[in-house]
């Protein structure tokens, strides 16, 4: 299939490219762009005027709930909607029913994920065995299934010393572990950040120190083991400041943020509502500026969706046994636009952190529009409007703290290995 994308306001974050540009693509890759090679004809043309052609994003946080918990969400169904919100590449975590700590599993989640023809989809491997934080897996079979990196998922580490020997078997193979810092101990019962919201509900609260206490002790044994780390969705201040004195000392660190901290606080909690039960918590207005910051001047590398769709009947209960989780891979892309419009960031800059940069965490080659490379490509409308509701969003889990918000950014088309795999009009 010979596809030529014209018309379009190219912009590639990696090539530093905004212009007017069309793209020209055959058997799956990018064949040329701007001009059309010699005796090019296309089987189809799209016309792209007054759209962004853009790389497909790439998301660092999206749970497909397969296997073990399909009455959530099945692969289908999330596989849908990352398409529709233009994701290309996505990193699933391990914490499935089995976790993802045996190469079969993994080779069966690849094999099942390649047949839908839609999203690529990168495995996190369970760095415990069941994610009980007593036997390390064996991660060497696991990255030979597909695994791209190790991690705990939510699930409490609370022996250090199994973390360190994690980190140096992996540092021997440079397996990066991706970490997700909250004390077990400092959070146990809590649902809420530690601010003037838990105490006006009285819910029990999260202490900011049980991240800061986490993100220490990762980042002193990182440093000892000589590993490198990806630190997963950060919600303080306090955080970003210890990861931004570790990155100036050289250590081998990245972090990112969730699309719901990016934009929300603790005040967004109401009363009682339970879309906004997340892990972590959404902390204060102080931290969300701060994580905001920290997104601009690249301490935080990435900007995900953290995923997670949640049945309707765990979601309508009170807030403090509510079930955690937001669905999000849908509105990743509006949510970037708008923050960059909030912080007035030119486009390619807020692209960047959902395209090349979470590609760069992932160490893999997406992200860019780059000719001899696989057409992975998102195509949207950069002002149009549409409504979050249960009706638009495509994946099976419907909690979100912005259902009924109005924002701006549709995905118009999306295409993978140079395959149509999403439109709408």
Same mark, same amino acid.
């Given at each position: 299939?010979?596809?030529?994308?014209?018309?379009?306001?190219?912009?590639?974050?990696?090539?530093?490219?905004?212009?007017?540009?069309?793209?020209?693509?055959?058997?799956?890759?990018?064949?040329?762009?701007? !001009?059309?090679? !010699?005796?090019?004809?296309?089987?189809?043309?799209?016309?792209?005027?007054?759209?962004?052609? +853009?790389? %497909?994003?790439?998301?660092?946080?999206?749970?497909?709930r397969e296997p073990g918990f399909?009455?959530?969400?099945?692969?289908?169904?999330?596989? =849908?909607?990352?398409?529709?919100?233009?994701?290309?590449?996505?990193?699933?975590?391990?914490?499935?029913?089995?976790?993802?700590?045996?190469?079969?599993?993994?080779?069966?989640?690849?094999?099942?994920?390649?047949?839908?023809?839609?999203?690529?989809?990168?495995?996190?491997? @369970?760095?415990?065995?069941?994610? =009980?934080?007593?036997?390390?897996?064996?991660?060497?079979?696991?990255?030979?299934?597909?695994?791209?990196?190790? $991690?705990?998922?939510?699930?409490?580490?609370?022996?250090?010393?199994?973390?360190?020997?994690?980190?140096?078997?992996?540092?021997?193979?440079?397996?990066?572990?991706?970490?997700?810092? =909250?004390?077990?101990?400092?959070?146990? %019962? %809590?649902?809420a950040h530690d601010g003037q919201? +838990?105490?006006?509900?009285?819910?029990?609260?999260?202490?900011?120190?049980?991240?800061?206490?986490?993100?220490?002790?990762?980042?002193?044994?990182?440093?000892?083991?000589?590993?490198?780390?990806?630190?997963?969705?950060?919600?303080?201040?306090?955080?970003?400041?210890?990861?931004?004195?570790?990155? @100036?000392?050289?250590?081998?660190?990245?972090?990112?943020?969730?699309?719901?901290?990016?934009?929300?606080?603790?005040?967004?909690?109401?009363?009682?509502? $339970?879309?906004?039960?997340?892990?972590?918590?959404?902390?204060?207005?102080?931290?969300?500026?701060?994580?905001?910051?920290?997104?601009?001047?690249?301490?935080?590398?990435?900007?995900?969706?953290?995923?997670?769709?949640?049945?309707?009947?765990?979601?309508? =209960?009170?807030?403090?046994?509510?079930? $955690?989780?937001?669905?999000?891979?849908?509105?990743?892309?509006?949510? @970037?636009?708008?923050?960059?419009?909030?912080?007035?960031?030119?486009? +390619?800059?807020?692209?960047?952190?959902?395209?090349?940069?979470?590609?760069?965490?992932?160490?893999?080659?997406?992200?860019?529009?780059?000719?001899?490379?696989?057409?992975?490509?998102?195509?949207?409308?950069?002002?149009?409007?549409?409504?979050?509701? $249960?009706?638009?969003?495509?994946?099976?889990?419907?909690?979100?703290?912005?259902?009924?918000?109005?924002?701006?950014?549709?995905?118009?088309?999306?295409?993978i290995e140079g395959q149509v795999?999403?439109?709408? +009009?």
């Open positions: 299939m010979k596809i030529h994308i014209k018309n379009g306001r190219l912009i590639d974050p990696k090539s530093t490219t905004d212009a007017l540009r069309d793209v020209y693509i055959a058997a799956g890759k990018i064949v040329a762009i701007g !001009a059309a090679p !010699a005796g090019y004809v296309a089987n189809r043309v799209l016309d792209a005027k007054g759209l962004v052609v +853009a790389p %497909g994003l790439v998301d660092l946080a999206v749970r497909l399909e009455y959530k969400a099945t692969l289908e169904s999330e596989m =849908q909607a990352a398409a529709a919100g233009g994701v290309t590449s996505l990193a699933c975590p391990p914490d499935t029913d089995p976790p993802l700590d045996e190469p079969g599993l993994v080779e069966m989640l690849k094999f099942r994920a390649r047949t839908l023809n839609q999203a690529r989809v990168y495995p996190i491997g @369970a760095l415990t065995l069941g994610l =009980q934080g007593t036997r390390l897996t064996e991660m060497a079979e696991l990255m030979d299934a597909g695994c791209v990196a190790f $991690s705990h998922a939510d699930a409490a580490l609370t022996d250090s010393q199994i973390l360190l020997r994690g980190l140096q078997y992996a540092a021997t193979f440079d397996f990066p572990v991706w970490l997700r810092p =909250q004390d077990a101990a400092l959070a146990r %019962g %809590g649902v919201v +838990a105490t006006r509900l009285g819910l029990p609260a999260i202490p900011v120190c049980a991240e800061t206490v986490a993100v220490s002790t990762f980042l002193l044994l990182a440093r000892e083991a000589g590993a490198r780390i990806h630190l997963c969705r950060l919600s303080s201040a306090e955080g970003v400041d210890m990861v931004r004195q570790a990155k @100036a000392s050289g250590l081998k660190v990245s972090c990112d943020i969730s699309i719901n901290h990016a934009h929300l606080t603790e005040m967004d909690i109401g009363y009682f509502d $339970s879309a906004c039960h997340l892990t972590p918590p959404l902390r204060s207005m102080r931290d969300r500026d701060a994580l905001r910051a920290a997104l601009i001047d690249g301490t935080v590398d990435a900007l995900c969706s953290d995923h997670t769709p949640v049945d309707d009947d765990a979601k309508a =209960q009170p807030f403090g046994t509510a079930e $955690s989780g937001a669905t999000g891979v849908e509105l990743l892309l509006p949510l @970037a636009l708008r923050w960059a419009e909030e912080s007035q960031l030119p486009l +390619a800059r807020a692209l960047a952190r959902v395209t090349c940069d979470p590609a760069r965490v992932l160490g893999i080659e997406a992200g860019a529009l780059t000719p001899g490379k696989s057409a992975d490509i998102c195509i949207f409308d950069p002002e149009r409007h549409w409504s979050v509701t $249960s009706a638009t969003l495509r994946s099976q889990g419907k909690n979100t703290p912005f259902m009924g918000l109005e924002v701006k950014g549709k995905v118009r088309c999306t295409l795999v999403y439109e709408s +009009a």
